[in-house]
């Protein structure tokens, strides 16, 4: 019984982050809103794991600097 309130707790406590967190994101281009909640955490992984070049370029999809730059 303990275990599903401490497993309850944690789900809320990481929708309320993800809430916080992603909700700027999705106010400013809902559009991009999947881009950026798919790119940038397996980004930040593969930076951590040693491939900022594969980081780069997922930050450049998820970010979609691409398009901005050629406006």
Known sequence: M???VIISILIIL???FLY????PDYRRNP???W???IG???G?????LGYPKLNDKIKKW???DEKQNSK
């Open 31 to 33: 559009k991009e809103f």
């Open 2 to 4: 303990a275990e599903y």
């Open 14 to 16: 990481f929708a309320g």
């Open 40 to 42: 940038m955490p397996i």
């Open 35 to 37: 881009r950026t909640i």
């Open 62 to 64: 998820a970010t979609d």
């Open 20 to 23: 916080w967190a992603y909700l």
């Open 44 to 48: 930040m992984l593969l930076g951590g």
